[in-house]
């Protein structure tokens, strides 16, 4: 990934070093790799997008004289549609957690927003569910209260705008949004206001129209005022009573005549995170699990790096049904790490057609004060018998796997 003899680190190994540095300058260290990434979307040298594919702190490099780059480039991907996208959950785009999805250049745009994100909050952007991305509403709470950002109304939205819009509309250059946020940072005009205070200089920049962000309508507060009160009454009165003109009324009282749960639907809101696609079948569903099932269960074998350094990792997949899944994780050290102890420890979750979530279950053979880790990833069964995914560590980097054998076996009690 990059050689720290010179003294380069990583961005997240930066921030962790750095923890009083103003938000400008950790904004102003991303400047480089914002260009590198503008330039690889651009094609202009390739003659086809290229995209990164996992822009996060961990695989951006920080130089002595404080530049920067994307690092792990020898994962680069050519945007056309023929490899299974790499994700790490606090930065992946909502696109990434759909069937079949594909790495692009609108994919690395959001991973560096959140990346951005992360600087502000000096730690990864809340997640929301399993594969379900980051959760965008505890983000702007964060934002909203932390102490570094709290003051530059413009800053929060001009990042969950970012985050919020659906990929044709994020940031085309990097750079030039970056640069947006740092005139952002210019101390605000206060003013007693319900409105968002606008920075010094161009606001937003030409070319660049800043909408709102508009995150979820809070429930009414009690104090509401006998007005709006009135009007909310008006408008139910009036839907009433078009339902009853519409010859609808008996329908309407036999279905609220104590109603199943069956019968309770929520229609879900539209937002970046719903997809417009047709939901598979049942059959097609079911095939697709049984696939993945065939395709997780055996013995993996790879590597991963967390603060011990480069580890060799056999990971002992069990599917004990349709929707859970164990593991045995045993951790080994290799040739260019020979201190690492060895040890095992037990994995417990979920998968599912393209994905898993393992969380930590219980020790089998516990070195010393090392501490187990969670894993996360996505899959394609018909993409080769491989994996890519998350340590589920801070001060962890992705993991690599590649099926050994077949053979699987319920990890110890």
């Not at 399993?130 to 102490?147: F, I, V, Y």
């Not at 050290?333 to 393992?358: I, M």
Request: with cysteine; aromatic share 8%; hydrophobic share 40%.
């Amino acid at each position: 990934m990059y050689d720290n003899r010179f003294g380069d680190q990583s961005y997240l190994d930066w921030l962790a070093l750095n923890p009083y540095e103003g938000l400008s300058h950790r904004l102003r260290v991303l400047a480089g790799t914002a260009v590198i990434l503008d330039e690889m979307h651009s094609g202009r040298r390739t003659g086809v997008p290229v995209a990164h594919g996992d822009v996060k702190p961990a695989t951006v490099v920080v130089r002595p004289d404080g530049s920067s780059s994307p690092a792990d480039l020898g994962q680069l991907w050519t945007v056309d549609g023929s490899l299974v996208a790499a994700r790490s959950t606090p930065y992946a785009a909502p696109e990434l957690f759909l069937p079949g999805a594909v790495t692009s250049p609108a994919a690395d745009r959001f991973a560096f927003a959140a990346a951005v994100a992360h600087a502000a909050l000096g730690g990864p952007p809340p997640v929301r569910l399993a594969h379900q991305g980051p959760d965008l509403q505890q983000l702007a709470e964060q934002l909203r209260t932390h102490p570094l950002c709290a003051a530059f109304p413009a800053f929060q939205h001009r990042i969950l705008n970012a985050l919020v819009a659906p990929p044709a509309d994020r940031p085309n250059s990097l750079a030039t949004w970056l640069e947006a946020l740092l005139n952002d940072l210019a101390p605000p005009t206060l003013a007693m206001t319900g409105g968002l205070p606008l920075a010094p200089g161009p606001y937003p920049p030409p070319g660049e129209p800043l909408p709102p962000w508009s995150p979820p309508p809070a429930k009414a507060a009690a104090g509401s005022s006998s007005q709006s009160l009135t009007w909310v009454l008006a408008g139910v009165a009036a839907l009433v009573a078009i339902a009853l003109l519409a010859g609808g009324a008996w329908f309407l009282i036999q279905q609220i005549d104590e109603p199943s749960d069956g019968d309770l639907v929520v229609a879900p809101s539209r937002s970046a995170y719903a997809s417009a696609a047709a939901s598979p079948s049942p059959s097609a569903a079911s095939d697709d699990l049984t696939a993945a099932r065939a395709f997780l269960s055996g013995t993996w074998e790879g590597t991963y790096r967390c603060r011990q350094g480069l580890t060799g990792v056999k990971l002992t997949v069990f599917v004990v049904d349709d929707h859970e899944v164990e593991a045995l994780f045993e951790f080994y050290p290799v040739s260019s790490n020979p201190d690492v102890p060895r040890g095992s420890f037990v994995l417990e979750g979920t998968y599912t057609a393209s994905g898993f979530t393992l969380r930590p279950g219980h020790w089998v053979k516990r070195p010393g004060d090392y501490v187990m880790v969670g894993l996360e990833a996505s899959f394609s069964p018909r993409a080769g018998q491989s994996i890519r995914g998350e340590v589920a560590d801070s001060a962890c980097d992705d993991f690599q796997l590649k099926k050994s054998s077949t053979v699987t076996r319920r990890p110890p009690v």
